[in-house]
Structure formats: C-alpha cells, structure tokens
C-alpha cells in the first residue's frame, strides 16, 4: 500500500459559546487567532519526502499557515466591487504571507509558482530545500502534487424528448419558466470549471461571450487555458466533458436549461485528469478573468456561476475551501457534481461535500435516484447531496458539432447552476445573493424521502432536498417575499445552534450561528409566527410581518430554564472509567468522567436518554432513562466485552514501567526478534520468542513490518500479535526501543517514539507482559492529536487473525497517563485439532465450520482455515471451550467462490474438561 493519501490542504475555524444553566457553565472551545508563529513543525507528507529520498527533485506544494480576510468583499454591493475586493485582498494578504518563502525559493533559484487564491506555492526542489522550506515558522504543511481524476461519465441511451426539449430539461420544468416567465437566463454569464468548451459547436456559438455581433471570436477574458493544452490559444475540448455539461446549462435547441444566458470557460482540466495547478489556477481566473496569457486581470468580466463537475476521492479533504470561500465571498454562485462513488452512504466527494459549495446527485427519468450518485454526510455532517437533478441519459452536445448521452452527477450539476441563471435573471435583487439563492433551491426543491444514508424524508443523504424543480424556484424568486433575520441571545450573551422556526404563508427552520444571527433570505410577503427553541432556555414566541422586498427583523433574548444537575460514577466491572463521554440525547450536553469515573452535568426539567460511551472497547455503550425535575444521582455500570476466546480488557493493573536493554531499532519498519523468560501464553498457546517492531506491534508467529493498520480481527498479517500502539511510527534519533526482564515480565517500551514525516507529535508506550498471559499497556507524554490514538489499532489478536479485541481502532482513545490490562480468559480453553483426509484439486481449500462462534457459527466466510502441510491430511488448531457440546462440518472452498459441505448429518461431540480435543475423520 501506498504512504500516500489524497491532498490535505487543512482550514478550520473555531468558535465560542456558553451555556449557563442553574449556575453550571458549559463552554465549547474559544475562537482560535490566526497564528502568528507555529505551535509544531510542518507537517510533510510521507509521499513527497519519499520522493526526494533519492536525491532528484520533485514537485510538491507549500501551504501557509495564515487564512486571507475577506470580509471586506462581502460588504461591498456590486458585482464588480465584490470580486475587486476578493483580488485586492486576496493578492496582497497572500504576497505578505508568501515573502519570506518566496525569498528563500529566489535565492535558492528554485522552479516555484505562487498563488493568492488558497495561499500555496507550488515548489520543485530536492530534499535539502524541502527540509529548509518545512523549517520556517510561515509553512503548516507539504503535499505532494497529486492530480484530481475526473469520475468519468458512463455512455447514456436515448429517452424521448417532450416537445422538443430533452426529457431532463422538461422534467425540472425549464420550458414552462421559458413559456410562462419569458425567462431564459438572459443577462446572465455562466462559466464552467472543465475539460474545455468547443466554442463553435452549433449548440453553443451563439452564447460564447467571446463571439463578436461580427461572428468573429475575442478569446481574452473569455477562455482560459492555464496548462496551455489547446493549439493557437483557442478554446477546445480535448476530452469531450466540457462541451457536454456547458450544453446542459445554455445549450440550444432544447438541450439547455438557460438558453438565453452567456458562457465563458477556464480549462482546469487537462485531459479526465486535472493537475492541482491548472485548477487553482482556473479557480482564479474565476474571480478575475485574465486575457489568454493569465495578465491583466479584470473581476469586473467575473461570471456569476461557475458549475464544476469534477471532484476528487470521497470524504472531506479542503484543499479546494479557500477557492470556494473566495467565489462565494465575490458573489459567484458555486456548483459542484456531489460523486459517482454511491450506492454506499458517505460517498460524497471533495468538493462536493463542503458546506460552501452546492452539489446535485443524478436521478434517472423514472424519478430514481442513480446508483452511482454518491451518498452523504459531507463536511461537519452537512447533508449531501443539496439537492438531485438529472443525470441518467442526459442528451447534450460533445465536440465535432455532434449530440451524445451520458450519465454521472457531472451531468447533474450543470442543471442546477443554468437553474440559477433563470431565479437571477428573474430576479435580479438576488443576484449575488449565494446564501437566500440556496433557500430557494432547498425549499422548492420537490420531497424525495429516502433515509437509508440518514438524514429526514424532506431532507436526506440520498436526495439532499429533494428533486431540482426550476419553475419553483423562479416562481418563489419572483414573488412578492421579503426577508426575516435576527440575532438570538441569552443572558448577554449569543446563542449558536438555536432553531428559528416560521410558519404562514411558508414553513421554514433555520439554526441560528455561533454568533447567535439567523437569516431567512425568501419568504413569501405575510404574517408569520416565530418560535425559537434553545436547549436550556425557555421557548420564545412571537408575530412578525413580512412585505414585500422588507426586511422584517425580530431579536430574540431567551430565558434559562429551571433546571438540575444529573451525577454520578461510571464503572466497569467495579472499577472507575475514566474517560467515558456522557451525554443527553437530542442534546448539545456531553461531558467526560475523570480518573475517579465521575460525571457532572447540567439539565433542563425533563426526560432524557442518559448515554454513556466508554473511552475505549473494553466495555459495551449504554443508555437509560433520566427525569430531572431536581438534582438527580445516575450511577452507570458498563458491561465487559469479551471476544470469542475470552479475552477482555480493564484500566491498568500496574503502572508505567521503563525498559532497560535498548534494542538495535531505529528509522521505519523494523522489527527485532527478542527471547522471552518464559512462555507467553496467547489465545491457548504458548510463545518463548518475539519480534518488536516499530510500528508498536509485539508480534509471535513472524517478524512483521506493516505500518498500515487494520481494525482486529483481520485475517492479514500480521497475526498472533499484541498491538500496544500499531501505527506508522518512527525511531529517530531523540527515541529507542527498550526491553527488560524478569520471571513474571517483560517490558517493551516505545520511548519517545514520533509518527512518520511528523516530527513534531510523539509518545511513549510500554507493554508489560506476564507469564500468566495478562498484558498491560501503559501510555505517557502524548504529544499531538495522533498520540491520542486516532490513527491508532490498540488490542490482541489470535494466529489467524479470525479472533481479536480492539481497545480502538483510529479514534481518540488514549490520555496522559491512561493505560489497559487485556486477561485472556484461558482458563476455560483447551486445545482442538480437526484432522481430515480429502485428495483436492489445484484451487480447492478445506475448511471446518461449527455451532461455535470460534468455529465460525456455520458462516463459510468465517469458517477455520485447514492447512494442507501433510496432505491429503488437511488440519488446523483451535481452542474449544471444555466439556460443551459442539458440532461441525467440513467444506471445501472451490476455485470460483462455491462452496461444497461434507454430506449427511452434523458431526456432533462434547468436548473433554481438560486435555485436547482431537479428530481424525475422512472427508464424507
């Protein structure tokens, strides 16, 4: 496997809030400032220092710690003025940010480009500059250049036109916003982020902005082509995409939505894959289109949409936020293809799962939604997609003059952006207007319930909002509607996360910002009734008027509730739990237990669901009921896990102890074969020898070198292992890998160990092992989230991986100080061997399946592997509970996946209460 992951190009933001109930104060975390100086060192990505390692160059990029301000843009009230202000600012703030390492590349007369919009320099350079450029205190991170590969299309077949518009066309109603509306988008620029355009095709020459009334072509400003791809600095499409999705949005002749709106293009994708630098630089071009040669800009010839149906891997990666955050911030509205990665929920891909940007899912001419439209949540768990339009058979023009169907969510997108064109050509007081544009899309979006990826029947993962309905839109859009906002507070202070809710000639919730502001940017003129729910406040309600392009205001100052504090101690198996995460359902209350198992919160009178999650999985979650109409006391005792073999965990049973003996272990993917002082038992059998290595795996049955953990059980290597803390770690030289002995322990200890290409979080482990089978994992001086454990597999597992316990698997599991006894419930063990004579052919495997859960409880998939060592005598061990009746059979696993059972009845036996279990049996 590769070391490598998709682009990570970090931004966050946080905020503060408090709740104050009966005296209880509960506060999230305060705004962070922009750093002035780092707290740790850059991190590097493990791919690019491999690339260097050689000694050759290599192209990487820089990402700088600062985020640019543009709030300036956001108060200006023009087009022109809004996307002059993100250039300016942008420009200036990234050159400040940018000077120290632009001098040193300068100097160093490195290859390098720069850029304002995300604040990156593209760098190509050796490992000596790299380790120059990750030393300055400006530079958070280093990414290697990795391209976007578009999701390709799937060819389409033919549906039937209606009318002589397209069947996607009609179904989202287009032609009755044409007919009844007179509007067609005209006045309107769209643009498109693609493969490229071509600009004389039938469908499309007339509304290129570039055509002169002459039928010449001006390409400047129009057409952009960052990578230089297309001969003569004309505009192409080397790939077909572009031409298709710019005739969805404009097209004629019943291929387009928004026949009478204006394109232009940036080619930010070579060819079906696009380079990091093309579509940065597309993103820029965006906000201020440059002549051919990317001089001169001018933000006053940006678009008002740019559709871009193109994303990368799925989940939430923010290497393209700061572009999106710049184009909102200029007033241009953001559409984004959600991923063709469905049917599997949280498939939505980068960018499309970003809270900033809008992306459709595809359904088909039936209403149904694509098999392949990828599914939510997206970024913070945002519903995505918004909303799905159609992307099953879609019918538009592709290079050469020609038609042709595709399907994909790229084919859906551009039915969304050509739908604002025709709400902003309708009503122009919405132009610009990117947050009540979106209101409008959600709420006439037509109900599609399908909760199978979460999320309701009005607003889901699947779905988003429902059906794109552009006669909706625009019909809301031109109404008479006014707007309704407020701030909401409570005892002075703001209140984020409050619902507003109105009903009257509309119904509409909205949640107010961490800042305590809410907005309903559309609603329909009339009277209106607001209520405002807050946990912990007593429920507001009030009479509101809303006229026509009015701005109607109502400021909410909530009330606390009378409330209680709910206490008590979280135990497992008698002992504290220390860690364990508290919380009341359908509520922002969530707490930790402390070292002494301790919890305090506070509550509004009512009824709840206590719920209680431990730290790590040594115990079960659990719930139960709670009334708070006074203070009330809640003990919680968690009940153990255990696996098939009877392993279970507790906290700690010893402290930390040091090694002594220092192992000949250093740099990455080691390991190093240790004599033990006796015979450590694991899962039934006994081991004198180990192999540390260290990725913080204490391996018995071979020297193992995997960095890349799995959740346990898993059936690949490694197996027959302890896993105090396996991860991609590194020995350097600030830390060492210690043993020591006596006759009931030893003691490996990860001292000071860090993570690969991260130098700047580290941590100490020890693992005590005894001769009666008991491990102890200790943990001290944690330092950076992964220290935590959250990238972290900490359990035991059996010699074949079919059995194991996972304290945690990649999720923030440890604290300072914190450590976990694995028993191994041995005692109820004794040892079974199958033997059975079988003559296979090449392909063929035997297996043995049985009423155990050991024994796979008769599913093939997890039934116990015979080994063919002494064939035609194929035989496997495992451990068997004692003196318990037990059935089995034999099956052989064929070359093709089939599967063939022994015949006649179950063979059936009761184990002996000590000894072995042993058979001899020919296969029937």
């Known amino acids: 496997m590769t070391r490598h992951s998709y682009h990570r190009w970090r931004h966050a933001a946080a905020l503060g809030a408090a709740i104050t109930l009966a005296g209880l104060t509960l506060t999230a975390p305060p705004a962070a400032a922009a750093p002035t100086a780092p707290t740790a060192p850059a991190t590097v990505d493990p791919a690019v220092r491999a690339a260097v390692a050689d000694g050759g160059d290599s192209t990487f990029w820089v990402l700088l710690r600062d985020t640019i301000d543009l709030s300036a843009a956001r108060t200006a009230t023009t087009k022109a003025a809004r996307a002059t202000a993100v250039l300016r600012t942008a420009r200036a703030e990234a050159a400040a940010h940018q000077a120290g390492l632009r001098t040193l590349l300068t100097q160093r007369k490195a290859t390098f480009e720069t850029f304002w919009i995300a604040d990156t320099v593209k760098v190509t350079g050796d490992a000596g500059l790299l380790r120059e450029i990750a030393a300055r205190p400006e530079v958070k991170e280093i990414v290697p250049d990795t391209p976007v590969t578009m999701p390709a299309p799937v060819a389409g077949g033919a549906q039937a036109a209606v009318q002589g518009a397209e069947w996607n066309i009609d179904r989202i109603n287009a032609p009755r916003v044409w007919s009844e509306k007179n509007d067609t988008g005209r006045g309107i620029v769209v643009a498109n982020v693609d493969t490229g355009v071509q600009y004389d095709h039938p469908a499309l020459a007339a509304a290129y902005r570039g055509r002169q009334a002459d039928g010449t072509y001006q390409h400047d400003y129009n057409w952009y082509d960052p990578a230089h791809t297309c001969p003569d600095g004309n505009p192409c499409d080397n790939a077909g995409h572009g031409t298709h999705t710019m005739g969805t949005m404009v097209g004629a002749d019943g291929i387009g939505v928004a026949p009478g709106a204006t394109w232009i293009a940036a080619k930010g994708c070579e060819t079906m894959s696009c380079s990091a630098s093309a579509l940065l630089a597309a993103g820029q071009w965006i906000v201020a289109p440059t002549d051919r040669n990317g001089a001169n800009p001018r933000p006053d010839l940006a678009p008002d949409i740019v559709n871009n149906s193109w994303g990368g891997a799925s989940g939430f990666d923010p290497w393209y936020a700061d572009v999106v955050r710049a184009w909102v911030a200029a007033g241009i509205f953001p559409a984004f293809s959600n991923g063709n990665s469905g049917p599997g929920c949280a498939t939505a891909n980068t960018p499309g799962s970003y809270t900033d940007v809008y992306a459709s899912g595809a359904f088909d001419v039936n209403g149904a939604i694509a098999g392949f439209s990828s599914r939510g949540t997206g970024q913070d768990g945002a519903i995505k997609p918004d909303l799905a339009a159609p992307g099953v058979d879609v019918r538009s023009s592709v290079p050469g003059g020609g038609y042709a169907s595709y399907s994909g969510t790229s084919m859906a997108s551009p039915h969304t952006a050509a739908t604002v064109a025709l709400i902003w050509a309708a009503a122009p007081a919405l132009r610009r207007d990117v947050a009540a544009t979106r209101e409008i899309l959600d709420v006439t979006a037509i109900d599609a319930g399908d909760t199978s990826c979460g999320g309701t029947e009005a607003d889901n993962n699947v779905f988003g909002q429902g059906r794109l309905d552009a006669y909706a839109a625009v019909s809301l859009a031109t109404s008479p509607a006014g707007s309704l906002s407020g701030t909401i507070t409570g005892a002075g202070s703001a209140i984020g996360g409050a619902t507003v809710t109105v009903t009257g000639p509309a119904s509409r919730s909205a949640t107010s910002a961490a800042d305590g502001t809410y907005r309903f940017g559309r609603l329909p003129a009339g009277g209106y009734h607001v209520r405002v729910t807050a946990f912990g406040y007593d429920t507001y309600d009030a009479d509101v008027s809303v006229s026509d392009n009015g701005s109607a205001r109502v400021d909410v100052s909530l009330s606390a509730s009378a409330s209680g504090i709910v206490s008590g101690v979280v135990s497992v198996g008698g002992d504290p739990a220390a860690g364990a995460t508290v919380t009341l359902a359908g509520t922002p209350v969530s707490v930790t237990t402390g070292a002494d198992g301790v919890y305090r919160l506070a509550a509004p009178h009512g009824d709840y669901q206590l719920t209680v999650v431990p730290l790590g999985g040594c115990a079960a979650a659990t719930s139960r009921s709670v009334t708070v109409r006074g203070n009330v006391t809640a003990d919680v005792a968690l009940s153990q896990v255990k696996d098939a073999f009877g392993y279970d965990c507790t906290p700690a049973e010893e402290p930390y102890r040091a090694g002594v003996t220092r192992l000949d272990l250093s740099g990455d993917d080691g390991a190093a074969e240790v004599a033990l002082p006796f015979a450590m038992p694991l899962y039934g059998t006994g081991h004198d020898h180990a192999w540390v290595s260290t990725n913080g795996v204490i391996g018995f049955g071979q020297a193992t070198y995997a960095y890349g953990n799995t959740d346990l059980p898993d059936a690949a290597v490694p197996n027959d292992a302890l896993y105090p803390f396996w991860d991609d770690l590194y020995v350097d030289a600030a830390a060492?890998?210690?043993?020591?002995?006596?006759?009931?322990?030893?003691?490996?200890?990860?001292?000071?160990?860090?993570?690969?290409?991260?130098?700047?979080?580290?941590?100490?482990?020890?693992?005590?092992?005894?001769?009666?089978?008991?491990?102890?994992?200790?943990?001290?001086?944690?330092?950076?989230?992964?220290?935590?454990?959250?990238?972290?597999?900490?359990?035991?597992?059996?010699?074949?991986?079919?059995?194991?316990?996972?304290?945690?698997?990649?999720?923030?599991?440890?604290?300072?100080?914190?450590?976990?006894?694995?028993?191994?419930?041995?005692?109820?063990?004794?040892?079974?061997?199958?033997?059975?004579?079988?003559?296979?052919?090449?392909?063929?495997n035997v297996f043995v399946a049985g009423n155990l859960a050991i024994l796979g409880g008769w599913d093939p998939a997890k039934a116990v592997p015979l080994s063919a060592g002494g064939y035609p005598i194929w035989s496997g061990n495992v451990s068997l509970p004692p003196n318990t009746a037990v059935e089995f059979k034999y099956l052989i696993k064929n070359p093709d996946g089939s599967v063939t059972w022994e015949s006649g009845a179950n063979r059936s036996t009761v184990t002996p209460p000590t000894g072995r279990y042993v058979t001899n049996d020919e296969f029937r």
């Open 736 to 844: 060492g890998v210690y043993t020591a002995a006596d006759a009931d322990t030893f003691v490996v200890e990860w001292r000071n160990v860090r993570f690969f290409g991260d130098e700047g979080q580290r941590l100490s482990i020890s693992a005590i092992l005894h001769a009666d089978g008991r491990v102890t994992y200790r943990y001290q001086d944690l330092a950076g989230a992964r220290a935590g454990g959250n990238s972290a597999t900490i359990g035991v597992e059996n010699g074949d991986g079919t059995i194991g316990l996972a304290y945690s698997y990649g999720k923030t599991s440890l604290i300072e100080g914190f450590g976990v006894t694995f028993h191994p419930g041995a005692a109820d063990r004794i040892a079974g061997t199958f033997n059975v004579r079988r003559e296979t052919v090449w392909g063929q």
